[in-house]
């Protein structure tokens, strides 16, 4: 079983407010992504990092930005949220070839 | 950019009927091919994967998938589904370019819904 958590689960939040999405994993993944999926369409990478003090933005622009300080850590911060920030935000990690991920349960944001 | 299509948005099915849920993509080169499952309520996990070799591949829970070059297509099937197999299934696919893997590209999932 995967062990990778995702902090909150759910998050309504009004516009222009400062948010952080958590993403901690106890495996010792070097590699960490961020999706964001809306229903019914594809997941989308946002952003990923392979290691400490590594992150790249993904294929999707994305205004949120993130950080690596530690390897099991792995935070997405939206600095001023809008209403076209309302999704869902699934954190995964992997070890392996970049394809096998562990994904955590998703961050549904709302933004009013 | 490569694409992933998955056209069954939605499937019902019965139980013990017969299951296949296409997955085709546009990259033309090395590719490495994933299925993934969300279960009601759960995390997305990895149902099975293919690099190379042996074009059918299984899968945990009785499940398989065919890789057939020449139709860009990865089905996943399964012989007799379950209520169990009540999930949102997820076709992605890896490019290889230039003997390094690129990110994963995902479709958009179908829903299969198995009827008791």
């Known amino acids: ?18 948010i952080t999405l958590e993403c901690s994993q106890t495996m010792g993944h070097d590699k960490m992504y961020w999706y ?16 400490v003090n590594s992150t790249e933005k993904g294929d999707l622009s994305s205004e949120s930005t993130v950080s690596r300080i530690r390897t099991e850590h ?39 | 950019a490569q694409s992933v299509s998955q056209h069954n948005h ?9 299951l296949e849920l296409g997955c085709n993509y546009s990259y033309g080169g090395t ?24 074009p059918l591949v299984k899968g945990i829970k009785g499940f398989e998938a065919e890789f057939i ?8 099937r399964k012989p007799s589904v379950q209520w169990s197999d009540t999930a949102e299934y997820f076709c992605a ?12 590209t995902f479709g958009s999932g179908t829903q299969l819904t198995v009827l008791p």
């Open chain 1, 36 to 51: 964001q999926q809306d229903p019914g369409m594809e997941l989308h990478l946002i952003h990923y990092s392979y290691g």
């Open chain 1, 74 to 112: 792995f935070p997405l911060t939206l600095e001023s949220a809008r209403p076209s920030h309302t999704s869902q935000y699934l954190c995964a990690s992997s070890d392996r070839g970049v394809g096998e991920l562990f994904f955590g349960e998703g961050s549904r944001l709302t933004v009013l």
């Open chain 2, 10 to 18: 939605h499937v019902i099915l019965s139980e013990a009927a017969s």
């Open chain 1, 1 to 18: 079983e995967a062990d990778i958590y995702q902090t909150p689960r759910y998050l309504v939040i009004g516009t222009g407010k400062k």
């Open chain 2, 69 to 76: 070059k020449s139709k860009f297509s990865f089905n996943l």
């Open chain 2, 93 to 104: 696919v890896n490019p290889i370019s230039s003997g390094s893997a690129r990110q994963l």
């Open chain 2, 31 to 54: 590719v490495n091919l994933f299925w993934y499952v969300q279960y009601p309520g759960q995390h997305l996990q990895l149902l099975l994967k293919y690099f190379s070799g042996d």
